[in-house]
């Protein structure tokens, strides 16, 4: 029937469309929007391992024009996402603390 026609039609597509969706970024995003500290901005982003989380983040900065970025990944997993955010930014903030002013060199 033209009923059971569209269905299978429908099912095709949208099996079609979840495979896109994995292959070309269908996850859930675990960025955060940036945080600005002390001139520089901060994007959280934990890494999903397994069941768990790797701390890591972006510093970004605008030097010359140019946006500057360093990468803060570290062994560190967490069970959360929440948590593993919220320490992510902590190290961020703690690595601009220690190496602020040559973290860029320009």
Do not use: H, N
């Amino acid at each position: 029937s033209t009923q059971a026609a569209r269905a299978s039609c429908a099912a095709s597509w949208i099996s079609k469309m979840s495979l896109l969706k994995r292959l070309f970024g269908g996850k859930a995003k675990q960025e955060t929007p940036a945080e600005t500290y002390q001139g520089f901005r901060i994007i959280v982003a934990p890494m999903p391992e397994g069941s768990k989380f790797r701390l890591a983040a972006r510093i970004e900065k605008d030097v010359d024009g140019e946006v500057q970025v360093q990468q803060v990944i570290r062994a560190d997993t967490f069970d959360s996402l929440e948590q593993a955010q919220e320490i992510s930014l902590a190290k961020a903030k703690q690595v601009i603390d220690e190496q602020g002013k040559t973290l860029f060199k320009s």
